[in-house]
């Protein structure tokens, strides 16, 4: 019989690759990574996608977000730290990639240096003048999955509110789509 992988660390299963992934909607949820994952990346809160709003998908409790032309438009996220190739492959599972969004280059801003978690700091710090992926110690290359469908499944007239996904959908959620998804992907993936 073979064991489910759902509490095995990643770690365990692949070679990390110190890989970033700005996140904006569930996958900013700690509950969702664990389930998906098998467990909880390093993240950094407060972390700014500019020039991009992000909306509600039409008859889903997800978001999408899109290209804005408003200079003023931005979407608050976290950032995903030391992921792996593997981590990459179930986000990209589980976003649809290629369908529903792209994983996209971008760039985002960071909160002040001095109030980022300490490791992630010296990460920041250190790497910014050696790793391209690094332009400052507040900018940062990174890719996220931008929306590929039509922008007529999103209802581009509202935002869409984390704290309200947390408390309305989570646990439904959790259920219905993120422990299938990870099953699925068990046996599509690995």
Known sequence: ??????????SMIATR???????????????????LLGRIPRMQPKVI??????????QHVY?????????SASVEGALLFDLSSLDLKLLDYFEEEGVDYKRTDVQVQLPDVSSLDEDIQTL???????DDNYLSS???KTQAYI?????????????????????????WYLQYTVKPCRDEAEKSIL
């Not at 920041?124 to 050696?130: A, G, Y």
């Not at 590929?148 to 309200?164: N, P, V």
Request: charged share 20%; aromatic share 10%.
């Open 49 to 58: 996608l500019q020039n991009h709003s992000r909306h509600p998908v039409r």
């Open 147 to 171: 929306w590929l469908k039509d922008t007529a499944a999103l209802d581009t007239t509202q935002d869409w509110d984390f704290g309200e996904f947390k408390r309305k959908h989570l646990d």
């Open 63 to 71: 978001p999408g977000v899109i290209p804005s032309t408003s200079t």
């Open 138 to 140: 507040r900018i940062l």
């Open 124 to 130: 920041v710090t250190n790497n910014s003048n050696k």
């Open 17 to 35: 690759t110190a890989k970033t992934c700005f996140v904006y909607g569930t996958l900013m949820s700690e509950e969702v990574l664990q389930c």
């Open 1 to 10: 019989m073979m064991s489910s992988w759902y509490n095995t660390p990643i």
